[in-house]
Structures are given as C-alpha cells and as structure tokens.
C-alpha cells in the first residue's frame, strides 16, 4: 500500500519558535519521531514571518485561509484584498503544494503553535467533522489533553487546518513568543508522536476510539475593560492569569484596574475560559475566551470517515 | 528650592508594555505614585516602536545612546552611520528634552524595563558612578532587590541611563513581550515608588545609606551552542531555566540538546547567571549572561555626590 500523506506545518505565527525548531532537529536527528510509516511532509508554515519573528508580515496567515481568497469559489474573488497581502499568496502556495489538487496532496494536517497562555499542551479543533473529532478523541484518551472546539466565530474565520480533509492545531503553553523551551520542544514532539500513532493504526483499521469525548465548545471572547479613549484599563486579575480550562465560578475576579478595583464574573457559572492574556490576541480585543465543557459521544461514522480519507491517497492500491 | 527633576522612561523598547501602561494609569489615577515633591518627567521612549509592539524600528533605541552618534563628540560623527536610524534621531530627541543642556534637563533617569527572564524585580547599573551605585544601594536596602552591574561588554554600548548623570534601570520579569500582567505592573510601582522615596531624601539631605551593597558584576555572556550552518542546536536546560541569580555550581546543566545530550558548567564555580533566555537577547547570540557577586563597600563619595547633582538643577536657589 501507499502510505497515506500527513503534513506538518509549523511556524505559521512566524514568533512561535518551538515548532519548526522542532522540525529543524528532527531533520538532524531521525529518531526523535518514528513517522510509523506514512508520508510525512514538513513546511515552514511562514517562512518570512520566521526570518522576521513577528507573528506575521501584512496579516495572520491562520485567518487567511478564506476559501474566496484561495481561488475555491473563483466568482467571489472581488471580496479580496486590492493588494493580496503576502499570507494570501503564501496560503495559495501551501494549497497548490498539499491541497487535495497539489503537487504532494496530504489527507491530513497537524499544525504546531504555541501560546503566553497557559494551555499546557492541547488540541484545537475546527467545527465539527466527524474525522478531526475522531483523531482528537483518540489523541484525548491517549494523552488526556484538553480540546476547545472552535466554531461560529463570525470574527475569527480562514484557519489553515479547515482547507485539509481533515486537521488539528497542536497548541503548547506558556511560553513567550520567541523563546526556545525545551518542556515546550517536548511537549509538542509528544503530542505529534501520538499523532502519528493514531494516524498509523486509523490508516491500518487498527484504531480503537474511545466512545465519547470532552470538548470545550467555543461560546464567545470577552476584551479587556477600555476607558473612553479605547485604551485597556485593566489586567487580567492575578487570580485568573494562569487559569485556563478552570471553570469560573459566579464573583470570580477577571479583571484588576490599577486603582485596585476589581471586575468579577457576573455572567453563567461553569463557563472555561481558555487563552487568557495570549500576547498575540490583544489586538484581536480578545482577553480570553470562553467555552462550555461537554461530553459528546462520538459519532459512529467518525472511524470510518478517517479510514477513509487515508485511504484516499492511496490511488486505488489495495490497503 | 526648586525641586529636582527627575525623568521616568517607559517603552524605550516597544513590546515591553507594563511600563507604559503603569505611566499612562498614574496619570488616570493620581494616587498610584507620590511623587514626594519632586519634578517628575514622564516619557514614552520609543513610541513608534510601541505603536507598532516590537522591541524597536531600526535599531535598539537602548544601545543608540551612543556619544559619538548624539553629536556629545561632534568630530566622530564620521562614524554615525549614513542613513541615520529612527532610533537615533529618538535619542536626539530626548536629550534634546531632557538631557544636561536640553529645555527641561532632569539629572536623574529611571528607565523601565521588563523581560522574559525570570529577573524578578531588579535594578541595572552601567559602570561604577558613585551617584548610581548610592542609588542602587539604598534600594536594596529597601526592597533588597538584586543589582546586575554591566561595564566593560565591548558589543554593548549606548545604553539610555548612561547619557545621564544619574540613572539606573529598573528590569522586571518574567513576563512575555507584550503580555500585560498585574504582578509586574505592581512591582514596577513598588520599585519606582521606592526610587521616588529615596531620591526626595537624598535631595534633602535625609538619606541615611548603608554602608555596603551587593552587586552582581557582569563578566561575560554565553551563546546557545549552535550546528556548522550557525543555526541553534540546543535550548536552555530545564534545569537552568527560571534560575537567574542562582550561583552555578561545576557539572550544573546549562543546554539541553534534541537528542538529551546535556551541557554542563565547566567553568568558573560560583558564576550567577542573568537574563537567561530573554527573548530579544537571541538576536545578540546571548542565551544568558554570568556574573560575579560581590559586596562592595560604598563609596564615600557617593551620597554627596548624588545629593549634588539633584542641588544642580535648582540653579543655585538655597535648598
């Protein structure tokens, strides 16, 4: 059989380090993940923005996957920027090198990032495909790592990993942006070795998922208190900071001002919040967002649908 | 008397934002400092680099205080280079404002900093003038804050705080670039509260100074270890990282490769490490610097001096 095509993509935010120095090393060193037989392609997700260490050059590439920009629904092309900012071109680029019609077409993506807040090492998912959440629950009982299900965010919309058949971002924290860490170097070679496991034995029918998940669904973001000015007028309270995936209870501090009063949660008890003070969201107005934590059974063609897409590589051979 | 003007810096890099936003909070609330009857200036010190959220434009705003580039030695100006930096055409600019002979000259400078190391709450002195080190003295006395005393590193030259007769820097962390975080803005409003407090009792005689400090004497810094191509081939231990003013013993960890082929001390035992792995120091091929700690009797002069030159700008008006 043909391997199935897995493509790892890493520095996307062209200041999240970890990851391609972790491609970097794997390079020199073979044994530091065993690709249990697919075809795995790596690719410098912004190469410019790396060169640079900023998040990125004219705008993020990881909201820049807009199928009206990619060429997908070419009638729609008027909706595009004038000036069609770099990550546009170096999002076409990527589609026309692993798309499902590129040169090296991979079923599969899994895209490393890192973050100030402090997630620990997690899973982040894109609306709710039937593969992606199959992959995610196998890496959950695997690793027990959180997952925080993106979906219906009107604001935020172009994720690279939705172009794939099937994708997840790896995202590791806290970490600042443009440092090297080895516990986040680790952590992120951990995960992407699951990841290639349970890609390995879904290709191989061998995968026995769980039956159910936990996810964290997206329900909205909340910005940082501004004065009249639009200026930021408050912290993250103390309290909160460090606090992802730890429900809030009503009264909870959120917020500090600088003359010490104090913003409290007011709103629905239980609410997770997730990426509290992540550097890069600030001017998205993003201070953290939050999620509803919830067990979902998983649905019973997930399985196959994963199988299936490996399998669509193959060109017809036999498995 | 007229009181001694004292110049407060916030931002003199772009992406270190607690400063900044300590500064732009005291003027919305009064109360956050007591001046104690001094004249405080307050400046953004590269505001377009703040704009923009990097660490600087063209160049570090905070190693272009050079002399030779400020027109201080008119004849070298050969070496300026051609097409001048934005930074140093900033650094003109504030001595223009606020140096010995500009339009609201302050003979003294706190400039506020913070850092992805795990400094803590720490004061930086450049070179040995009498003035500065009575100033450090006495806040470490108060606070008992550690003293990283830089002179003689050849690749790092035209730090702001040297163009002034006193001044010291005021490096808090860790926090990530562009992070805003309650505990470092508290903790540089304690530093500079504490700095305010000593600086009014010098100027009015009322300083009592201990009769030593401890400095940390800066030696040299060490790179990462890098491949043959020049690209880094290990990070900071885990067991280095956060460690900063932690005396190194011989055979302690310091990298940590991607195989787990670790680096050890072999030098000097006894070094303290500073600024390990802050970020925008990779640029500079420093992954940490080392020290010696010494304790340094006070240098007699000192606390006439620095009384004097806070009498200095009171043109001659009896204190």
């Given at each position: 059989?043909?391997?199935?095509?897995?493509?790892?993509?890493?520095?996307?935010?062209?200041?999240?380090?970890?990851?391609?120095?972790?491609?970097e090393q794997w390079e020199t060193h073979p044994d530091l993940l065993?690709?249990?037989?697919?075809?795995?392609?790596?690719?410098?997700?912004?190469?410019?923005?790396?060169?640079?260490?900023?998040?990125?050059?004219?705008?993020?590439?990881?909201?820049?996957?807009?199928?009206?920009?990619?060429?997908?629904?070419?009638?729609?092309?008027?909706?595009?920027?004038?000036?069609?900012?770099?990550?546009?071109?170096?999002?076409?680029?990527?589609?026309?090198?692993?798309?499902?019609?590129?040169?090296?077409?991979?079923?599969?993506?899994?895209?490393?990032?890192?973050?100030?807040?402090?997630?620990?090492?997690?899973?982040?998912?894109?609306?709710?495909?039937?593969?992606d959440l199959t992959l995610a629950a196998a890496l959950q009982e695997?690793?027990?790592?959180?997952?925080?299900?993106?979906?219906?965010?009107?604001?935020?919309?172009?994720?690279?990993?939705?172009?794939?058949?099937?994708?997840?971002?790896?995202?590791?924290?806290?970490?600042?942006?443009?440092?090297?860490?080895?516990?986040?170097?680790?952590?992120?070679?951990?995960?992407?070795?699951?990841?290639?496991?349970?890609?390995?034995?879904?290709?191989?029918?061998?995968?026995?998922?769980?039956?159910?998940?936990?996810?964290?669904?997206?329900?909205?973001?909340?910005?940082?208190?501004?004065?009249?000015?639009?200026?930021?007028?408050?912290?993250?309270h103390p309290q909160l900071q460090g606090r992802d995936w730890h429900?809030?209870?009503?009264?909870?501090?959120?917020?500090?001002?600088?003359?010490?009063?104090?913003?409290?949660?007011?709103?629905?008890?239980?609410?997770?919040?997730?990426?509290?003070?992540?550097?890069?969201?600030?001017?998205?107005?993003?201070?953290?967002?939050?999620?509803?934590?919830?067990?979902?059974?998983?649905?019973?063609?997930?399985?196959?649908?994963?199988?299936?897409?490996?399998?669509?590589?193959?060109?017809?051979?036999?498995?």
């Amino acid at each position: 059989m043909a391997a199935p095509r897995v493509l790892v993509v890493a520095g996307t935010h062209g200041n999240e380090i970890n990851g391609p120095w972790l491609l970097e090393q794997w390079e020199t060193h073979p044994d530091l993940l065993d690709r249990r037989g697919l075809q795995v392609e790596t690719v410098l997700g912004n190469p410019e923005a790396c060169r640079l260490a900023r998040r990125y050059v004219d705008r993020d590439l990881n909201r820049s996957f807009r199928p009206e920009w990619l060429g997908l629904v070419p009638e729609s092309f008027s909706s595009a920027p004038r000036d069609v900012p770099l990550e546009v071109l170096r999002a076409r680029e990527l589609m026309a090198a692993y798309g499902s019609s590129g040169s090296l077409p991979c079923s599969l993506v899994f895209d490393l990032h890192s973050t100030t807040a402090a997630m620990g090492a997690s899973l982040v998912v894109y609306g709710r495909r039937p593969a992606d959440l199959t992959l995610a629950a196998a890496l959950q009982e695997r690793l027990g790592l959180p997952v925080y299900l993106h979906e219906g965010d009107q604001a935020q919309q172009g994720f690279l990993v939705e172009r794939w058949p099937c994708g997840l971002v790896v995202e590791i924290g806290p970490v600042p942006q443009g440092v090297r860490s080895a516990r986040v170097v680790e952590q992120t070679r951990l995960v992407l070795q699951a990841a290639f496991d349970v890609t390995h034995e879904a290709a191989h029918g061998l995968l026995i998922t769980p039956s159910d998940l936990v996810v964290h669904r997206h329900l909205g973001s909340i910005d940082v208190p501004r004065d009249p000015a639009g200026r930021p007028d408050a912290c993250i309270h103390p309290q909160l900071q460090g606090r992802d995936w730890h429900p809030l209870r009503l009264g909870d501090p959120l917020f500090l001002r600088a003359d010490g009063e104090v913003i409290r949660h007011g709103g629905t008890e239980g609410l997770v919040p997730v990426f509290i003070n992540e550097a890069a969201y600030a001017e998205k107005a993003i201070a953290f967002s939050f999620t509803s934590r919830e067990r979902w059974p998983l649905d019973p063609s997930g399985p196959g649908a994963l199988r299936a897409l490996l399998m669509s590589d193959q060109r017809g051979e036999p498995l």
